[in-house]
């Protein structure tokens, strides 16, 4: 089941009340990262959307997991 939902996830941005984006975001885990301030360029685009496609969910959420006391 877990890998049908990683098969499934999305970049999602996150955008400020003016509607700049801000950061892009997995919509499976916490995995994110910073927006860029400027015109948006296709190499920074590239470069966010090949680190998207390389990150691991399953190690990201387990990095992200406190352990209750």
Partial sequence: MLESVIAHRKIESGKDARGRITHWHCSVCEWTTLGFSGPSTAMALKAISD???????????????VKPS
Avoid: I, V
Avoid at 51 to 65: E, L, S
């Fill in 51 to 65: 680190t998207f496609d390389t990150h691991n969910c399953a190690k990201h959420k387990a990095g992200k997991r």
